[in-house]
């Protein structure tokens, strides 16, 4: 298994622009989430799902969208890129929503705009 | 709502020192508690885990038990080495709340020769 993956691993965008966070994972889990990464604040969590077609907003979703089409993909797309969304990104993924399960993260992804 | 406050960092110890890292949690309903390492330039990695009260998790020499009367989960090793050197993590999913997890701001701990 190749476990939760990640593309781009570095990205370096104009403000306004737009892209896509690309991350699939192998494991047939359930549960995915995208997290962001900023100096003392840990891990906060902008999107998550529970399962293919239902996604929810997490503690930070502005300027982000995502997409859960297939059980395997989790896209996150930003839609006119700004320089307060520089971060490091993770993917996560889960068996199951439910408490207990462990979330598996994929190697992140390094955002700089400017 | 559901919270994990962690011990600020950063935290330097000599190799074999003893390694305490708190970890306080506030939750409405069942939590499962959780301990993940980031290494440098990586993704996190869970460390162990416990899922209910008095519950102890181990793994690698690091151990935590969860203290539902205390509300806190510490991590513990007894003899650092330098690969130990990374960012540890609290975190917690409630299964009332089972939808999100939620992390610590982390703790930096260096372990010097």
């Known amino acids: 298994n190749a476990g939760v993956t990640q593309t781009p691993k570095f990205q370096v965008l104009k403000t306004g622009q737009s892209m896509t966070l690309q991350c699939a994972q192998d494991?047939?889990?359930?549960?995915m989430s995208w997290y962001r990464q900023d100096p003392g604040m840990g891990l906060r969590l902008i999107h998550y799902?529970?399962?293919?077609?239902?996604?929810d907003q997490g503690e930070v979703p502005n300027g982000y969208n995502v997409s859960r089409s297939t059980t395997e993909d989790f896209p996150l797309r930003l839609l006119s890129a700004a320089p307060s969304q520089t971060s490091v990104y993770f993917c996560?993924?889960?068996?199951?929503?439910?408490?207990?399960?462990?979330?598996?993260f994929g190697p992140g992804t390094r955002l700089t705009v400017t | 709502g559901d919270s994990v406050t962690q011990m600020e960092g950063p935290v330097t110890l000599s190799e074999e020192a003893f390694l305490t890292i708190n970890c306080t949690y506030t939750?409405?309903?069942?939590?499962?508690l959780f301990w993940y390492v980031q290494y440098p330039g990586e993704g996190l990695q869970l460390l162990l885990k416990?899922?209910?009260?008095?519950d102890k998790g181990s793994n690698k020499g690091f151990e935590a038990t969860y203290r539902k009367e205390t509300t806190s989960f510490h991590l513990e090793k007894g003899s650092v080495q330098v690969s130990d050197s990374a960012v540890y993590f609290c975190?917690?999913?409630?299964?009332?709340?089972?939808?999100?997890?939620?992390f610590g701001t982390g703790t930096s701990l260096t372990v010097i020769p």
């Open positions: 996560a993924s889960s068996y199951s929503y439910r408490g207990g399960s462990e979330q598996y």
């Open positions: 494991m047939n889990h359930e549960y």
């Open positions: 799902s529970v399962g293919a077609g239902i996604t």
């Open positions: 939750a409405t309903g069942y939590p499962s």
């Open positions: 416990a899922t209910k009260a008095d």
């Open positions: 975190a917690l999913s409630d299964l009332t709340t089972g939808n999100q997890f939620y």
